[in-house]
C-alpha cells in the first residue's frame, strides 16, 4: 500500500495528473512579467501557493497565474505583449516540488473552453 501512495505522489507532483487537478485548465508557459502586471483582475498572496491553490482562488476567471512562489493572479484577458520567460524556476510555497514562477516570471494557465 505504502508503495502506490508514494507511486502516486511521484506522478502528482511530477505534472502527470497535473491536468486532471487543475479542472480544465491548460498551462500556458512561463511568461515575462510586464509593469503593471499582465493579469490585472485579481490578486493574493496564498499561503500555502501552488497551480491548484491558485485555481481555486480565481475560480470563474478564464487565466490564472502564479509567481514568486507565494503570488496568484487572475483575470479574463491577458495585457500583452506576451514574452517567454525561462525565469519560472521558484518553488510553490505550499508544494515545493512543483513550481511557481519567479521574479519577474509568471506561470500561466488558460481554461479550456468547451
Known amino acids: 500500500m505504502k508503495g502506490i501512495i508514494f507511486y502516486c505522489l511521484i506522478l502528482f507532483f511530477s505534472g502527470v495528473v497535473s ?3 487543475l479542472d480544465d485548465y491548460k498551462r500556458v508557459g512561463c511568461v515575462q512579467e510586464i509593469s503593471g502586471r ?3 483582475e485579481k490578486a493574493g498572496k496564498l ?5 491548484w491553490h491558485c485555481q481555486k482562488f480565481c475560480a470563474g476567471y478564464r ?3 502564479v ?4 503570488e496568484c493572479f487572475c483575470g479574463n484577458t ?3 505583449p506576451v514574452m517567454p520567460s525561462s525565469k519560472c ?3 510553490c510555497s505550499g508544494s515545493p516540488l512543483l513550481i511557481c514562477g519567479g521574479y519577474n516570471a509568471i506561470d500561466v494557465y488558460q481554461r479550456h473552453e468547451k
Open 67 to 70: 509567481e514568486y512562489s507565494h
Open 89 to 91: 524556476t521558484m518553488a
Open 47 to 51: 499561503k500555502p501557493n501552488s497551480p
Open 19 to 21: 491536468d486532471i487537478i
Open 38 to 40: 499582465i493579469l490585472r
Open 78 to 80: 491577458i495585457i500583452l
Open 63 to 65: 487565466y490564472f497565474g
